[in-house]
């Protein structure tokens, strides 16, 4: 995906292109956390995209609406469609015109559903994310070569989605379906006929602009899953947050009692740890390395009550002795790495979308390191990868296994093709940030790791600095 935004939140301008492992690094405040959401809120759109399924009984299609989340009822529009046919004189200009109408209900439902996305990850009405230096704001999304999206926001008008697409290449696929020319050959074209239409457009439309490709083929993203900072946090408040929304939310109402809404990203790592049943998933083997950091296992027992509840305990050996403790009691590493690893172990396939805000939180050094080569192997497996850092430690164990990527097969390990990484960097501005490329150098070497190396400059100055004083004293 490649996305480009200009001011909004605390950014004034940003580029960028997933890669399968994406690196968003800056100091605080610039906006690495909205960058982040931002991409979780773009790329929940592709999902949304799926092929439509016709089914043909006694003479007529029954259709299987394409969209997940966009409004139920596209309106129906088969006199308009019909007028489009009858009055067109070749079939690709009657296509040509059903498009332009159903461009229209598809932009309505791409502004509504990305609005809706927003202010659930953001927790906040849509306007409040324009950067406070300007008036309004814009990000635009391209899944593909052939088509792009752009969302414009404003402080006194509603979120608005323009369409740009190689219509020509949309017109050539949908005629290329038999029954499509066949309706459009006939003389009489039934109520059915046009909802068809209709219908096989809008889902052509929504494929065409909301997937990417892998090779020749369409592909989206199955699931995106968040696992934002602070989660150790979140995971103990796990119980007691869970355990009051499943006893208060059949009689809140009733007894008029008001339930604050959680913050957008806090309010999914909930819904995810509750999707967890304590089974293996297509990469548990890989996800079998956390516990060499973790120097034990996590366990999810599930409870019959209340519904949704789940115990986990961190089980580890001592002086041969296998003990267990609730995970609230467990150090502040093992609190960070469990949602991690079990969502891993569990949930995350192939081609999924996982971002990750500041996975090296209470880690030592060396940990770092070694989760560094976890998610490299996870990316080699196709898993896609986002993530914020402040870790120095992380961008050049990234770009070392770039290096070790050159070498023969028998001495790689785990390594990165260079391809597969991009890191983007928050720079301060005047009104706001401006993101800028970081690259890796041909042998595996990055000679600036911006907002790092400045610190670590500043540190050094002042070290030299300081000894001159004392020996001035002295």
């Given at each position: 995906?490649?996305?480009?935004?200009?001011?909004?939140?605390?950014?004034?301008?940003?580029?960028?292109?997933?890669?399968?492992?994406?690196?968003?690094?800056?100091?605080?405040?610039?906006?690495?956390?909205?960058?982040a959401q931002l991409i979780h809120s773009s790329l929940s759109l592709g999902p949304i995209a799926e092929p439509l399924r016709l089914t043909r009984f006694r003479g007529r299609y029954l259709f299987r609406y394409p969209f997940a989340i966009f409004p139920r009822r596209v309106?129906?529009?088969?006199?308009?469609?019909?007028?489009?046919i009858k009055e067109s004189p070749t079939e690709s200009e009657?296509?040509?015109?059903?498009?332009?109408?159903?461009?229209?209900?598809?932009?309505?439902?791409?502004?509504?559903?990305?609005?809706?996305?927003?202010?659930?990850?953001?927790?906040?009405?849509?306007?409040?994310?324009?950067?406070?230096?300007f008036s309004n704001s814009h990000v635009k999304l391209a899944f593909n070569p052939n088509a792009s999206i752009t969302f414009s926001m404003s402080k006194r008008k509603e979120l608005s989605a323009d369409l740009d697409f190689n219509k020509e290449t949309l017109l050539q696929k949908i005629l290329s379906d038999n029954d499509v020319r066949r309706?459009?050959?006939?003389?009489?074209?039934?109520f059915a006929d046009c909802v068809h239409i209709q219908e096989f457009v809008l889902g052509t439309l929504s494929e065409f602009v909301l997937t990417g490709n892998q090779g020749d083929e369409p592909?989206?993203?199955?699931?995106?899953?968040?696992?934002?900072?602070?989660?150790?946090?979140?995971?103990?408040?796990?119980?007691?947050?869970?355990?009051a929304l499943v006893s208060l939310s059949p009689v809140a109402p009733i007894r008029g009692i008001s339930m604050p809404p959680l913050p957008g990203m806090a309010s999914q790592f909930?819904?995810?740890?509750?999707?967890?049943?304590?089974?293996?998933?297509p990469l548990s083997t890989s996800a079998r390395k956390f516990t060499e950091l973790l120097g034990g296992e996590i366990e999810l027992t599930r409870l019959r009550e209340p519904v949704g509840k789940a115990m986990i305990s961190y089980v580890f050996r001592s002086n041969r002795k296998k003990r267990s403790v609730d995970i609230i009691h467990a150090a502040s590493m093992i609190k960070e790495l469990t949602p991690l690893y079990l969502i891993i172990r569990e949930l995350v396939s192939p081609e999924d979308f996982l971002i990750i805000e500041e996975p090296e939180s209470h880690l030592h050094p060396g940990a770092q390191l070694q989760l560094v080569e976890i998610f490299a192997d996870l990316v080699n497996q196709g898993v896609k990868i986002i993530m914020?850092?402040?870790?120095?430690?992380?961008?050049?164990k990234v770009s070392q296994l770039t290096g070790r990527y050159r070498l023969k097969e028998s001495r790689k390990g785990v390594s990165l093709d260079v391809k597969n990484v991009a890191i983007y960097?928050?720079?301060?501005?005047?009104?706001?940030?401006?993101?800028?490329?970081?690259?890796?150098?041909?042998?595996?070497?990055?000679?600036?790791?911006?907002?790092?190396?400045?610190?670590?400059?500043e540190l050094y100055q002042e070290e030299v600095s300081l000894q001159s004083r004392l020996q001035l004293e002295e």
């Open positions: 995906m490649r996305l480009s935004l200009g001011n909004f939140g605390p950014i004034k301008k940003a580029t960028l292109e997933t890669k399968p492992l994406t690196i968003i690094i800056g100091k605080n405040n610039l906006g690495k956390s909205f960058l309106p129906y529009s088969p006199g308009v469609i019909k007028h489009a009657a296509v040509d015109r059903i498009i332009k109408i159903v461009t229209q209900a598809f932009r309505y439902g791409l502004s509504q559903t990305f609005n809706s996305l927003l202010e659930q990850n953001f927790g906040t009405k849509t306007k409040q994310l324009i950067n406070i230096n309706i459009l050959r006939k003389k009489r074209i039934a592909s989206t993203p199955d699931t995106v899953f968040y696992v934002p900072a602070g989660r150790a946090g979140l995971l103990e408040s796990y119980d007691t947050v869970v355990s909930y819904n995810t740890i509750m999707e967890l049943r304590g089974k293996k998933g914020t850092t402040h870790s120095d430690l992380i961008l050049r960097w928050l720079k301060e501005e005047r009104k706001g940030s401006v993101s800028r490329q970081i690259h890796i150098g041909k042998y595996g070497s990055l000679e600036e790791i911006p907002s790092f190396d400045e610190a670590i400059k």
